[in-house]
C-alpha cells in the first residue's frame, strides 16, 4: 500500500516599495521650478528610490543694484508668512555665515538702515512614508490528487525596514534696501533628504542649501526692479 504523499511548498519573497506620484512644488517670486519624484532600479531589478543629490538653485538680481549688495550692514529676519520661528534659527545662521563671507556687516542689531535679509523655509514631501508592512504573511491549502491528499503553504517573508518619507527643503532669500524697500536680490535653493536621514531643522542641510544659493550671489540674473 502507498502511503500518501506530503507535498509542502514554501515560497519567499520581499515585497516592494510602494510610490507616490510627487506633486509639483508651489511656484513663487519671480520663479518656479516643479520637482518630480527620483526613481531608480537596483541591480536585483526591484524599484527603489533616494533623493536626488543635486541642489536647485535660482538667484535674480534688480537692475542697477550691483554697486549695493555686497557691502554695508545687513540683518537676518524671517519672512512674511514665514514658518514657525522654531524651525528658522539654524538656517539663519547659515544665511548670516554666507553673507559676512560676501563682505555684509552681519554684527548689526536692530539697525534702522543698510539693508535687510529675509529668509523663509518650506517643506514639501516628495516621496510619501511607505506604510507598515507585516513581517510574514500566506495561505494556506488542502487538497486530493491522484496520488493522495497534499498540503501546501505559501509565506509571504518580508524583513524590509519601511522608508520614511523624501522630503524637499526650499530656502527663500530676498534682500531689501531699508530705505527704500527696494527689492536687490532674491533667490531660492530647494535640496531633498529622506526624513530620517538629516531631519527638516539640520544645520547640514542648511548650510547645503545657503552655501549653494549664494554661489551665485554675484551670477544672479539681472532683471527688472522686483516688486
Keep these: 500500500m502507498k502511503l500518501p504523499l506530503l507535498s509542502c511548498a514554501l515560497v519567499a519573497s520581499l515585497a516592494l516599495p510602494v510610490f507616490a506620484q510627487a506633486q509639483p512644488y508651489p511656484q513663487g517670486g519671480a520663479w518656479g521650478s516643479p520637482l518630480g519624484d527620483q526613481r531608480l532600479r537596483g541591480e536585483d531589478g526591484r ?12 538667484a535674480f538680481r534688480a537692475t542697477g543694484s550691483a554697486a549695493q549688495l555686497g557691502k554695508g550692514p545687513i540683518t537676518v529676519a524671517a519672512a512674511p508668512g514665514a514658518e514657525a520661528e522654531w524651525k528658522l534659527p539654524v538656517y539663519e545662521a547659515a544665511v548670516v555665515d554666507q553673507l559676512a563671507k560676501l563682505g555684509y556687516d552681519t554684527a548689526v542689531s536692530g539697525a534702522t538702515g543698510g539693508q535687510i535679509a529675509q529668509i523663509g523655509i518650506t517643506h514639501q514631501t516628495v516621496v510619501p512614508e511607505e506604510p507598515k508592512r507585516k513581517p510574514v504573511s500566506g495561505e494556506m491549502a488542502v487538497g486530493v490528487s491522484n496520488r493522495g491528499s497534499y498540503t501546501a503553504l505559501g509565506l509571504n517573508i518580508d524583513l524590509t525596514k519601511p522608508r520614511k518619507a523624501i522630503v524637499a527643503t526650499r530656502l527663500d532669500v530676498r534682500i531689501r534696501d531699508r530705505a527704500s524697500d527696494r527689492v536687490l536680490w532674491e533667490g531660492h535653493a530647494i535640496a531633498q ?23 551665485r550671489f554675484e551670477s544672479a540674473t539681472e532683471i527688472a526692479p522686483i516688486g
Excluded at 47 to 58: H, I, L, N, Q, Y
Excluded at 193 to 210: H, I
Design 47 to 58: 524599484r527603489s528610490t533616494g533623493p536626488a543629490a543635486r541642489v536647485d538653485v535660482e
Design 193 to 215: 533628504t529622506r526624513e530620517d536621514d538629516e531631519g527638516l531643522d539640520n544645520g547640514a542641510v542648511a548650510a547645503r542649501l545657503a552655501s549653494a544659493l549664494f554661489d
